[in-house]
Nanobody
C-alpha cells in the first residue's frame, strides 16, 4: 500500500502563485524510485483531468493548459512530489489530487493510489 497526503491548497487571486506538496509513504523499506507521480484536478461537475506527472528519472509531462505556468518536481529521498503553480487563472479552480502508479500515463485510471485531494480556489 502507498499512502499519499496532499497539502498547500487555498484561496488565491488570479495571477498569484501556490505550491502544492504530496508526501508519499508505504511499507517499510519500499522505495518510490520506479513509480510515476502525478497531479490531477477535478472541477465541480467535470471529470478528473491530468495536470502533470514526473517519472523517477525526472522526466516531466504537462497538460497543455498548464504548460509554462506549472512545474512538477519530486524528491526521491523524502518521497515527496510538488506542484508549483504560477500565474494562476480562475479556470485552475479545482480539487487537486496527487496520484502514484507504475505505468507512465496521463490517464487517471492507470494510477493505483490517490490522495484525498486539496482545494485550490482562484478568484478574479
Amino acid at each position: 500500500q502507498v499512502q499519499l497526503v496532499e497539502s498547500g491548497g487555498g484561496l488565491v487571486q488570479a495571477g498569484d502563485s501556490l505550491r502544492l506538496s504530496c508526501a508519499a509513504s508505504g511499507r517499510s523499506g519500499r522505495t518510490f524510485n520506479n513509480i510515476v507521480l502525478g497531479w490531477f484536478r477535478q472541477a465541480p461537475g467535470k471529470e478528473r483531468d491530468f495536470v502533470a506527472r514526473i517519472w523517477y528519472d525526472g522526466t516531466t509531462y504537462y497538460a497543455d493548459s498548464v504548460k509554462g505556468r506549472f512545474t512538477i518536481s519530486r524528491d526521491n529521498v523524502v518521497n515527496t512530489v510538488n506542484l508549483q503553480m504560477n500565474s494562476l487563472k480562475t479556470e485552475d479552480t479545482a480539487i487537486y489530487y496527487c496520484a502514484a502508479g507504475i505505468v507512465d500515463s496521463s490517464v487517471a485510471y492507470r494510477y493505483n493510489y490517490w490522495g484525498q485531494g486539496t482545494q485550490v480556489t482562484v478568484s478574479s
